[in-house]
């Protein structure tokens, strides 16, 4: 036994150990990371889980007030079943009294609405100078201060009336 505590059997004995506490140090510094690396994707989880439950109460309280209005709406009834359309299509040559006959009965009122689609004036001095070029299509005389058909009207939309 005297030979094996010669300091060579010594720096033998110690490097083995060395070497033996360098593997179980690395062994357990891979663990530390791993669990460090684990950490922090739960930190980003939980932060995940906040934003969506803070999400889900925000739209918890929209869909609240969504339905207290829905709720006052049908007390006041402004329910769509509440209310009728007639729809309003007209294309026809005018005189500028009926025109603007038409389009002062189309304001607002409590029991009804005009919900406006399209308007379109155009002269009727138009056509006619566009039909005295066609072929075989004689002219139409144009009379001065005319008043039957000074503009042909086209005027789309619809009527929203409420039931009592």
């Known amino acids: 036994m ?43 989880r939980v932060q995940q889980l906040q934003r969506q439950k803070t999400e889900l109460e925000r739209k918890k309280r929209t869909l609240m007030n969504v339905d207290r209005f829905m709720t006052e709406v049908r007390a006041l009834g402004l329910d769509k079943k509440d209310w009728t359309f007639y729809n309003v299509n007209i ?46 299509s004689e002219p139409v005389p144009v009379t001065e201060g005319r008043e039957q058909g000074d503009l042909l009207f086209k005027l789309r939309g619809a009527f929203i009336v409420r039931h009592n």
């Open 2 to 44: 005297d030979r094996f505590f010669k300091p060579h059997g010594i720096a033998l004995v110690l490097a083995v150990a060395f070497v033996v506490a360098a593997h179980f140090a690395l062994l357990a510094y891979g663990r530390y990371a791993n669990q460090r690396a684990e950490v922090a994707r739960m930190q980003a």
């Open 91 to 136: 294309e026809e040559p005018a005189t500028f009294y009926e025109i603007q006959q038409i389009l002062g009965q189309t304001t607002h009122a409590n029991g009804y609405y005009f919900k406006p689609l399209g308007l379109n004036l155009r002269s009727t001095l138009e056509t006619d100078t566009e039909s005295e070029g066609a072929p075989g």
